[in-house]
């Protein structure tokens, strides 16, 4: 069955046509301080991960690369100061607005912003040298759609690169993040950004997403080859790449 995820907002069921509202509203609703609480929620590791995300993805001048759900700005800041041709597109155009700012506050004018669908991208085929979404696919309603249309809007050659939050493979390490997201992660929402709710839904979003193994299957599915898996932290997240070829 393709798209499972797709009836489910976090642990709510829900009519599929409904998921992408809702997810976009999440996204409104914590876009002024998702920088801030991501920090908080990972101890600031997540800055780690994204530093290697980016050595994997190996940027190379004159490349043209989409990072899709790049809101933020974080990852495509990276890709562009290694001199690659970056388009974020993001499906909130408030996070997009809060990634725009921070691209104009360090002086880069040269990212291109745009608001789109992850299961529907606004560009061409065979576009991209590079596809990179980064805690983003969790957040898609149809998660084999989203692989399909990466592929599609990658040239010939062209890699593909998902940082998500994953299954935890070491035993010890799995009870006390579980307790983590749990309870500390909502109750930071709650201090932090005065909405539990938003969080809590971020929580279950991680427990739903396909494993490791199962994630790197689906990517075969929808074309993608030489599929890849990265663990970072002991699968608090994992790298999944793959090629268009």
Not at 215 to 233: D, F, H, I, K, P
């Amino acid at each position: 069955m393709k798209n499972p995820e797709a009836a489910w907002f976090g642990d709510r069921a829900v009519d599929p046509a409904e998921k992408t509202s809702l997810v976009r509203g999440v996204f409104s609703s914590v876009a002024q301080r998702y920088a801030v609480m991501n920090d908080l929620m990972s101890l600031g590791i997540h800055r780690v991960w994204k530093q290697r995300f980016v050595a994997k993805v190996a940027p190379r001048a004159g490349e043209r690369m989409v990072d899709v759900a790049g809101g933020t700005g974080d990852i495509a800041l990276k890709l562009a100061a290694a001199g690659a041709e970056v388009t974020v597109c993001d499906l909130n155009p408030d996070m997009v607005g809060v990634g725009r700012d921070r691209a104009l506050d360090r002086g880069r004018l040269d990212i291109g912003w745009s608001v789109g669908n992850a299961q529907a991208l606004p560009f061409p085929d065979n576009s991209f040298d590079a596809y990179t979404i980064a805690f983003g696919l969790r957040n898609v309603t149809e998660i084999d759609t989203a692989l399909a249309e990466a592929r599609r809007v990658l040239r010939f050659g062209g890699r593909f690169f998902c940082l998500e939050f994953s299954t935890v493979v070491v035993p010890g390490l799995a009870q006390a993040y579980d307790l983590h997201s749990r309870y500390v992660i909502p109750a930071l929402g709650s201090a932090v950004a005065n909405d539990r709710g938003s969080y809590q839904y971020l929580v279950e979003s991680i427990r739903r997403f396909p494993p490791q193994a199962e994630l790197a299957t689906r990517m075969e599915a929808e074309g993608l080859s030489r599929v890849s898996v990265e663990n970072l932290s002991g699968g608090i997240a994992a790298i999944h790449g793959g090629w268009k070829i």
